[in-house]
Nanobody, 116 residues
Framework: QVQLVESGGGLVQPGGSLTLSCLAS????????MGWYRQAPGQERELVAT??????PNYADPIKGRFTISRSGLQTLYLQMNNLEPWDTAVYYC???????????WGQGTQVTVSS
């Protein structure tokens, strides 16, 4: 069973920065893609950013130019978030798409709160 464990969330003031980490129990070669989603209260879960097995990033429009997705080693995924705004407040989830295409995996989520 694949496990994804996020860390790095917290409270930050508007304009601040945070870096989220996701440690996977398997290396990237097991997945077609990994990424980050977020869910704000009362809203649906939405895509933030993904990175393909080859390392190609893809960003949702609201965070382009502010967030950067990256990998380190074979099992750690990052989301560097700069110039955070109150509407970035959400639970952020790490995501992995199995190479078989038959299932997806999710972490437990980490809370990011942007507030003065």
């Amino acid at each position: 069973q694949v496990q994804l464990v996020e860390s790095g969330g917290g409270l930050v003031q508007p304009g601040g920065s945070l870096t989220l980490s996701c440690l996977a129990s398997e290396n990237f070669l097991s997945f077609n893609a990994m990424g980050w989603y977020r869910q704000a209260p009362g809203q649906e879960r939405e895509l933030v950013a993904t990175i393909s097995r080859r390392g190609t990033p893809n960003y949702a429009d609201p965070i382009k130019g502010r967030f950067t997705i990256s990998r380190s080693g074979l099992q750690t995924l990052y989301l560097q978030m700069n110039n955070l705004e109150p509407w970035d407040t959400a639970v952020y989830y790490c995501y992995a798409a199995d190479k078989s295409g038959l299932r997806d995996y999710w972490g437990q989520g980490t809370q990011v709160t942007v507030s003065s």
